[in-house]
């Protein structure tokens, strides 16, 4: 017997996963890339060689990380293990980009980076904050 995926739970996970997504990618691209805060992960190497780089943008280099760790990802833990991972990569690096195309940011949106660094600072409720 087949199981039915389109059930309600699984599309208020999807909306919620999305949802957190997109939050935190107006949070990098409004608060962390402008300010050049590169706290790590792949958003913190993405600003990092942007400044380098001046040519692409984070959402590019977002692409490039992203996908070299989703390599990484199949080689040492299966294609099993890696569904969700690699849609939430792929959908945040998309989601950058997006935000960078629709709203592009030249410098910070004040000369006060202490807000920047409190949206940014807890990575624990980094979607939820950057939403606020």
Do not use: Q
């Not at 997504?21 to 958003?43: C, M």
């Not at 989601?95 to 202490?114: F, G, K, N, Q, R």
């Amino acid at each position: 017997m087949k199981k039915n995926i389109f059930t309600k739970d699984n599309l208020m996970f999807f909306i919620i996963l999305n949802l957190g997504l997109i939050f935190t990618a107006v949070g990098i691209a409004i608060f962390k890339t402008p300010n050049h805060f590169a706290f790590g992960g792949t958003s913190g190497l993405s600003i990092i060689l942007s400044t380098l780089f001046p040519k692409w943008n984070v959402g590019a280099f977002m692409w490039i990380v992203n996908a070299a760790l989703v390599v990484l990802g199949f080689f040492f833990l299966g294609i099993r293990s890696m569904g969700w991972t690699v849609y939430s990569s792929f959908a945040l690096s998309f989601y950058v980009s997006a935000c960078e195309a629709i709203y592009p940011l030249s410098s910070p949106l004040t000369h006060d980076v202490v807000p920047g660094a409190l949206f940014c600072s807890d990575p624990s409720c980094s979607g939820s904050c950057y939403g606020i």
